[in-house]
Every structure is written in C-alpha cells, then in structure tokens.
C-alpha cells in the first residue's frame, strides 16, 4: 500500500509539472471568441436601433439601443489598426482605423458584422463621415482623404486635399466638407465632384479644432482649451466667428438638435448648451459626473457618448434642462471566472471580486454581457434554480439574487454561514453549501428573502465542493477525501461514508450511482455509491493539468483541468473511462457548465469559452476501438538487428512521454521521442547505422514512471 501511495504521488508530480501546449484542441471546437472586454471608446454612431461604437483596439461593438435603459451588445468584429472613428449607412459602416486605414464592415445583420473591404490612408485615419456611398476621412497628417464605397468590397480612395495642420474631425453638410484641422481651425472644402475635393473657405480659432458639426447656417467647433465656437457657414467662402462659450475642460465632440448644443468636455462631463440663439449660447445644464467624454450621438431624445474607459452611455435628453443617464454599457475583463451556471439563454459566471456576470448565450458565437452584480464577498460558486441564483461568497456567505429578469438582478436575501462559502448546490426549498474548514451547512431557501441555517455537519480538512442526490449530500474534501452525508433529516446531517483519494478533491458530481470527483493531481476518480456508508473507487483517469471542476453528461464528464483547458473523458463504461476530446485555451479552466445541443460553458479565470462537444460526445465507444489498458514498452523487432530495429508500446491515455536509447556505460546516443502522444499503440524505428556494435537499453519515460528493455546491435 505505502508503494503504491508514492506511485500516485510520482504520477501526480509528473502531471502538475508536465508541459502542457496552448490553444490546441481534439474533437472540441471552441464557439466563442475571446471574452469581450472593451478597450477606450473613442467614437459612436448610430442609426435605427443600434449604435456603433469604435472601442480603439477591441474594434467595432455594436449595440443595440432599442431600449435605452438596457443597451445590449450584439455584434462585434475586431480591426488590424486601432479603431478610432464610424460612421454608418444602411448598415455598411466606415471605420477610421488609425495606423490601418479605413476598414468597410458590413453589419446589414448586426449579429454578424465582417470586413468586406479596407483603404489605406498616407496619414492616421482618426475620423470619418459617410453619405451616398462615399466615406470622408480627417486622416490626421494626411489630410482629407475621400473613398468610393459604392461597392463596399472594391473601396478605392477618389481624391483627396491637403490640410496645412493635422485633420481631427470631419462633417459632411450638403456637398461642404467641414474639417477640424487643430491649429489651423475649420477648412470648408467643396467636394460636389469627390475625385476633385476644393478649399474654398477656412477660418482660424484659437484652439486646437478637434470636432465640427453644422447646423441651418452655422458650425460648431469643439476646440479643445477654448471650448465651443461657433461660426456663421451661410457664406462658406467667408465663414467668421460669431460667439464662444468656455468649457470647464477639453471640448472634443458636438451633436445640434432642437436648439440646443451637446458638448462632449473631455474630463469635464457633457455640457448641454442653448444655442437657439448662436450669437449668445447659454449653458443650460451638465452631466459631470462622466468621465472622459469624447463624441455625441444623438437619436430622437436620447443622447449617445463615448466616455472613454467608461464604454457607451444613454443619456434622456427630453429635457435638455434636465439631462439624466439612463443606460450605459461598458463590459469590462473577467478577472477571476471560478464557475458557471446556466438558466435559460443565459449563463452567470462567478467573478470573485467583481461579483456575478450576466452574459446572453442564445448566440454562442457571440456571447454578450448584459447585467452584473456586485457581492459583498467573493463569488466563488453559483447555482441557478427557478428563478433565483444562488452563490457562494466566501467570507460573505450564500447570496440570493432575484434573476427573473436577467438583466435586472437584485439580492433578495442572504444568510452567513460558519465558514467559508466555497460551493453551493440547491433546489427550490434547500441550498447545501460546501463551507470550507466548517464542513457542510444546510440552508433552508423556502422563502428566499429569509433565508436561514437548517443544519450543519463539521468534518475534517476543508471542504471545497458538495453534490447531493435523494437523502445523500456528498463532499469534496482538501484533505483526499470523498464524504458521504445522509440528510434525509436536515437539521441533523450525519457522516456516514468517506473514501480516501490520492489526490486533493476539489470538485464533483453525482450521476446515478456514481460520483465523479475532479481529485487535483490525481485526476478524475469515479466512485460506486450504490451503497453510500461504503464507496469505493471502481475507475480513474489521469489527466495532465490540475482537475479542478467536473460535470456530467450524455455518457460523458466534462472536466475543467486548470492549465490543460477541458477534457472530455467517456464514463459509458464507469471502470475504463477514455479521453474522448479536448480543448486547451488562453486561461485556466475552473469551472464548467453543460448545455443543450453539445455545448459546454467554461469558467477560464480571464475569459469564458463556450465549447462544441458534440463530436468528442459521440466519439466510437466500441470496445475494440478503446485505448490499451497498460503503459508498456513492448519487445524490439528485430532483435538483435542490424542497422535497425522498431520498437512499439502502448499507452493507456495522452500523456508526455520520452524514448532514449543509452549505451551500457550510461551515455545518452538518442532520443526517439520526446513530447506529448495521444493514448493508443504507437511504433517508432531506431536507425543504428552511426552507432558501434554491442548492448543498449531503451528506456522509455511517462507517468512520472521508467521501464527499459535492451537490444543488441551486431554489425
């Protein structure tokens, strides 16, 4: 027994320690992108019930807006350059990509939005405007630039004009160009023939140009230090100044409507100017508590800003005296995604830290923040029944969230327990809570919004998971141990099993009568509970991470591996387990959600992945197609040879594995394998035609174990 103790414990330390490749994946498919955090906002458009939104180097987000109070990311496409302007025209959109030029998208369907085409730009393409099929670009040292996008997938640049300083801003008025050139103030350029764009009027300010609007016969400049100007454009070719209001910080955007000017003031909020009267603009009314606004949108009575690190916000301008945000969306990175439940079209992540996430998964493609909630604690488990999402907030106890509606999450009621709150389960009328150095505690949730302590079970060691099926209530222990708890009576829990594992159990499931245990550096271990006073182990399966989280399945247990991403291990048959698919992402996978139709939802740490498993589910699981049941190095063929020889061996599951040939002193003359092989029988020729005659062993290494066997060379 102490032998095969430190057989497991070698095997275990091979695991851990065992390189492990990144990004790669066997008979899974991974769905969604890369979890869509936001990069600074830098400019919005819209139109119909959506808005654009250029996020710099996270790309286009598109938005939709139809409920102001609740806007909803539902398309993305990420750009080569730093997206920095949009604009939008029945559904093509121009975006000024900085360093890349222009990029066409085309986002007729929202959810789907791709790049049909793009122009390189001579200087930085900041911003853009569109009309007509033409796309206007302030393409900073390069002037303004002007793209036929009548064909959106053959853009070509039509003409251009040089501006004498640095083109920040563009709008198009009529068959005018108005361009914000910094320190050289507003250039009027007639582009009624675009292959042949003309100055025919400018006019200096005092500031640096940084965004233009017109409206009826005048242009407003938002011009940096020196606030808003506006400028008489009756007559462009003599356009002069006729008022200026200062602004608290740096004017950087403006949208007209109704009389009234909306003013983006980068680091000074929105400023809400009447301007009824231009020779004599009144500020009528701020938002500062916004933070480094830079472009406004404006549809019907809502105005759109991009707040720089703060994403998109909605603004009811209804009462231009009484501004009121409304709605923002600004989702930000995951930092410390630990588990996952599913309700619905929707999945909610345990963050830590940050709380719960909400995200749309009716398009697994694109899966979409929409709500979060922020916990006292940390969340680290949650678990979503009938309308109510129950967590585990460590230190901060079980949290109850009213989810009825999704996007409007609320706590309806909580309840501190002994320990620390590390895993929940539940159903309508209990939540079990794996409590850490407390054992198990029992909540009554019969009423959600007094919730309260119903029973208690201490154990030894800390507890990390809990799984309960019938009057049975099983724990995954720190301490090697799976825990049978009977809790047909749930102000008395009673130990009444325990099974000692090699590794550290940190999660589990329970299907039938099996449990299956993801045991750390021991693996996945499946345990007959038939008989709940006496379990015992009846199948196991190494794998190379460190197995945090399991589900289980359609005939399969889904695992989250840490480092080596998410396997798919076949349990049809509970006493030969088989790797059947995996995925290895960017992050490491700590927790793990089945779906309908295949999917798998992780918890990856940094990110959220959303898996297609169906192939690694329906995988052949015929007898004769399984994997050999020994790790074995098989007799050489020929032996003894000349010049060459074939060994073959046989491993039971996927694992690094090295083959080397030594003489008989110990020197090292070559290594046949060395790196990471699929379970199966494998062969591998040994060519010994630069090696002297005589004895040499073969010694081949995995699972932290060496078996050798000899050959002999005669020349």
Known sequence: MKASSILIAVLALCFLFCPIAKAEGWNVERVSPLFDSWDQAWSVAVEGDYAYVATEETGLKIVDITEPSHPVEVGAIDTPGNARGVSVSQGICFVADWESGVQVIDATDPSHPRIVGSVDTPGLALCVTSEGGFCYVADYYGGLRIIDGQNPEQPFEIGFLHTPDRAHGVYLFGSLCFVADYDSGMRIIDVSDPARPTEVGSIDTPGGAHGVTVEGEFGYIADYEDGLRIINVSDPTQPCEVSSIATPEIASGSAVSNGFCYLADFGGGLRVIDVGDPTQPVEVASIDFLHYTRIVAISGAFCYIVDWEQGLRAIDINDPYRPQEVGSLHPTPLTGARGVSLSGNFAFVADEEAGVRVLDVSNPQHPSEVACYGTPGSAFSLCAVEGYLYISNYNGGLRILDIFDPTDLWEVGYCETPGEAISVVANWEYAYVADGESGLSIIDVSDPSQPYVVGQCSTSGKIHDVAFEGDYAYLAGEDSSLRVIEIAERSEPCEVGMLHLPGKAYGMAVAGDYAYVADGDGGLRIVNIAEPSQPRETGHFYLPGLTWDVEVSGGCAFVAD??????????????????????????????????????????????FGIYDCSEAMSAP?????????????????????????????????ASPLSVRIYDLSGRQVATLVDGYLKAGQHTVPWNASGASSGVYQVQMEAFGMKVSSKVTLIK
């Open 562 to 607: 840490l480092g080596a991403g998410l396997r798919v291990i076949d349990i049809s048959d509970p006493l030969r387990p088989r790797e059947t698919g995996y995925y290895i992402p960017p992050d490491d996978a700590l927790g793990v959600a089945v779906g309908r139709n295949g999917l798998v939802y992780v918890a990856e740490r940094s990110d």
């Open 621 to 653: 699981s015929d007898p004769a197609t399984n994997h050999p049941s020994f790790f074995c190095l098989n007799p050489a063929f020929p032996n003894p040879f000349n010049s060459t020889t074939t060994l073959s061996f046989d491993l039971p599951q």
